[in-house]
Nanobody
Framework: QVHLVESGGALVQVGESLRLSCVASAPILGSYTLAWFRQPPGKEREFVASIKWRGGTTNYGDSVKGRFTMSRDINKNEIYLQMNNLRPEDTAAYFC??????????????????WGQGTQVTVSS
């Protein structure tokens, strides 16, 4: 069982940048997909980005494409989410997730088996 721990959430101003990190407690299998989801208060969990552990292919949600970049460090078993030009609508709890996920399901939170506890990002105008 892989445990995931997120960090890096903070209160920032509109237009600022922030980088989230998520570290796994054990080596991540090459067949895994790692992802970031977010959940604003009172709303459903939303897909942000995903990355194939083997190969590093990334996929982004439409609302963050061009502003957010997801990456990984294989040696550290860690993933990152670089968030630029933050907007108030980016305010949410951000979660990292992992699992053996097929490409067509990579945006579905139900496809992931391992989740972190979340880190809060608040963008103030």
């Amino acid at each position: 069982q892989v445990h995931l721990v997120e960090s890096g959430g903070a209160l920032v101003q509109v237009g600022e940048s922030l980088r989230l990190s998520c570290v796994a407690s054990a080596p991540i299998l090459g067949s895994y997909t790692l992802a970031w989801f977010r959940q604003p208060p009172g709303k459903e969990r939303e897909f942000v980005a995903s990355i194939k552990w083997r190969g590093g292919t990334t996929n982004y949600g439409d609302s963050v494409k061009g502003r957010f970049t997801m990456s990984r460090d294989i040696n550290k078993n860690e993933i990152y989410l670089q968030m630029n030009n933050l907007r108030p609508e980016d305010t949410a709890a951000y979660f990292c997730a992992a699992g053996r996920v097929i490409v067509s399901s990579s945006r579905d939170p139900r496809a992931y088996t391992n989740w972190g506890q979340g880190t809060q990002v608040t963008v103030s105008s």
